[in-house]
Structures are given as structure tokens and as C-alpha cells.
């Protein structure tokens, strides 16, 4: 098993009443990605982070092995979504895969 953590900010021209609906759409868009992409197992996309956290939102997917890490990265249906649902909006990416 292969775990994959990224974290965002939103960029800073991102008004705050859009962000409900973005990570709405965020989330509903990750999570669909399970049984679209090999080797991928779990999807949780967190929205609601703890205060005194340094980003707004984090997602954790869990795969088979290491490489399907990188299968996941280059999908279609994953960089579909990264471009069009979470690239445009945020910023301040952080990864950690263990």
C-alpha cells in the first residue's frame, strides 16, 4: 500500500464565497476517480482542516503500490480533474508519499 498527501491554499483572488462551491466540486471530482484509475483505493479530500492548520484543504488517496502513484499522476481522468477543477483555483502545493 502507497499513500499519497497533497495540501493547497486557495490562490488569494479567490473570493471567499466561491470556496464552498469549489471544494464541493472538488471533492465530488476526486472522489469519483476511484474505479476510473488503476491501482487506486481511497480518495479523502479534506475541506474542513482543524484551525491553526497551514492549508485550506488536503487530499489523501491510497494506492496499491508506490508506482501506482505515478500511474495516478498522468490518468487522464486524474489530470482532467487537476486541470480543470483544482490547478486553476489553488496554490501552495505541498506532497508527501509514504
Not at 491554499?9 to 472522489?31: G, H, S, V
Not at 491510497?62 to 495516478?72: G, L, R
Request: charged share 20%.
Amino acid at each position: 500500500m502507497a499513500t499519497h498527501v497533497v495540501m493547497w491554499n486557495f490562490k488569494p483572488e479567490i473570493a471567499a464565497e466561491e470556496k464552498p462551491q469549489l471544494l464541493e466540486t472538488m471533492k465530488k471530482r476526486l472522489e469519483a476517480l476511484v474505479g476510473q484509475v488503476p491501482g487506486l483505493v481511497k480518495v479523502q479530500f479534506i475541506t474542513q482542516p482543524l484551525p491553526g492548520t497551514t492549508h485550506e484543504m488536503a487530499l489523501v488517496t491510497e494506492h496499491c503500490t508506490p508506482e501506482d502513484i505515478a500511474v495516478y499522476a498522468s490518468h487522464p481522468a486524474h489530470v482532467a480533474v487537476a486541470d480543470t477543477c483544482v490547478r486553476p483555483y489553488t496554490c501552495d502545493r505541498v506532497c508527501l508519499n509514504f
